[in-house]
Every structure is written in C-alpha cells, then in structure tokens.
C-alpha cells in the first residue's frame, strides 16, 4: 500500500519553461514534506522542504505547494535548467518519527 | 565536509555467498538509515539506528538479512545467503539529531548485483 504516490514516471520540459512535479499521499499523520533529487549514480540529495503549517514555501528557482485537504504537494521549477534533469522523489514525515516514506520518483528531463 | 560513505560502490556475486555492504555516516550525526532501491518498490527504509541502537527493524525483508552499527563512524548490512531478488541499491544515510524532519544525507549507494 504506497503512502506517498507520484503518479507521472517522466516528465520533459523544454529549458526556461515551467516543471511542475505532483505527489500524493494518503496518510493523514504526514505533516512534514521533502523534495530529494537524484543524480545517476549519486544518492538522492535534499531539495526543499515544507510544513503543514504553511502552503508554500520557496528556495530560488524551487517552490513547493501543499494542498492538506486534498493530500497533494507539487514541486514547480521555475526556469527549468538543462541541469535539472534528473529524478525527483517525494518524501513525507510524521514529525514524530525519524523515518520518511517516499514516492517512486519523477524523471524530470529538461531539453536545451 | 566529507558526506555519507559507502563501500563497495559495485558488488557482483554469485548466488548464497554471504555480502557485507559498508556505511561511514557524517560525523556527529546521530541517525543511520539503509534503504533498498528497486524499480518495483522505489526506496523502501530497511533499519535504521539512532545513537548507534536499532529502533526499527520492520523493513528488513527477512532473517538473511542483518545489520550492525558498532560505533558511531561505521555501520554493516550483511545478506547471508545471498539471492537474485536481492539486487538493488543500497543506501545509507544519516540525519542529525534534533526534530524528526531533520533532511537525511545520502551516500551515493552500493549497486550490487546477485547472479
């Protein structure tokens, strides 16, 4: 039973538009949300995180939005970059517990 | 800083040898993780300790697998005997102490492949 979903396997992008990458989850204890992204070969590295007290929370070209009532959070990328190319996974958290559920992974290819 | 580190980076071997992956966590950090990465199942946590104790132990697939953290610098996941299913990534990853949402830090994996 997957408690965090991210539906979309891939995702392609041409550079300077809009990425937006989508996650559901199910269990209503989450209250705390991680974006990781990965590099082949590389371990995932921590992107940006967000609270369920707050909606949206942005870093630079990154911004995540959380939806509680309908359990859902996307991560929008905005130019997207050659360089972000890669798969972004969606984690999720209990803040009581150390431990995070994640989805499968988005591979997010951006084109020049 | 040096990040999480793991050895070996690949390991092919044949089926019922025993494999011993290995894991140096950031120091001062006080949460190990290992991970199992598959296509069908993603990233799914194995064990994880906090100061050096299991806590949670619930994902280990079965008895085969084990996993120790003797001190706080180094940490093993042993698989005896070895099977095909058993090829993946491994991950390891550590947290500091402090709130629960804390980002772990990801070593950059052993893909180990069983024949």
């Known amino acids: 039973d997957q408690q965090v979903k991210q539906n979309s396997p891939s995702l392609s992008v041409q550079e300077g538009r809009i990425s937006i990458l989508n996650c559901d989850y199910t269990?209503?204890?989450?209250?705390?949300f991680l974006w990781y992204k990965k590099y082949p070969a590389e371990g995932p590295t921590f992107l940006i995180s967000?609270?369920?007290?707050?909606d949206k929370n942005e870093d630079g070209r990154f911004t995540v939005f959380l939806n509680k009532s309908a359990k859902h959070l996307s991560l929008h990328i905005v130019p997207s970059q050659p360089g972000d190319s890669a798969v972004y996974f969606c984690?999720?958290?209990?803040?009581?517990?150390?431990?995070?559920?994640f989805g499968k992974g988005t591979m997010l290819l951006v084109s020049p | 800083d040096a990040g999480v580190i793991q050895s070996p980076r690949h390991e092919v071997t044949e089926m019922g040898q025993e494999v011993t992956l290995r894991c140096k966590p950031i120091s001062g950090h006080d949460y190990l993780f290992w991970y199992r990465q598959t296509m069908m199942r993603g990233l799914e946590l194995l064990i994880y300790?906090?100061?050096?104790?299991?806590?949670?132990d619930s994902g280990m697939p079965e008895d085969r697998f084990s996993a120790k953290m003797p001190n706080a610098s180094f940490s093993t996941l042993k698989i005896q005997p070895s099977e095909p299913r058993d090829s993946a990534v491994y991950f390891c990853?550590?947290?500091?102490?402090?709130?629960?949402?804390?980002?772990?830090?990801f070593g950059d994996g052993t893909r180990l492949s069983i024949l």
């Open positions: 967000i609270s369920s007290i707050k």
């Open positions: 990853a550590s947290a500091p102490a402090g709130p629960a949402n804390q980002p772990q830090h």
């Open positions: 300790f906090n100061n050096n104790v299991p806590i949670d």
């Open positions: 984690a999720a958290t209990d803040s009581g517990y150390s431990t995070l559920t």
């Open positions: 269990n209503s204890m989450f209250d705390y």
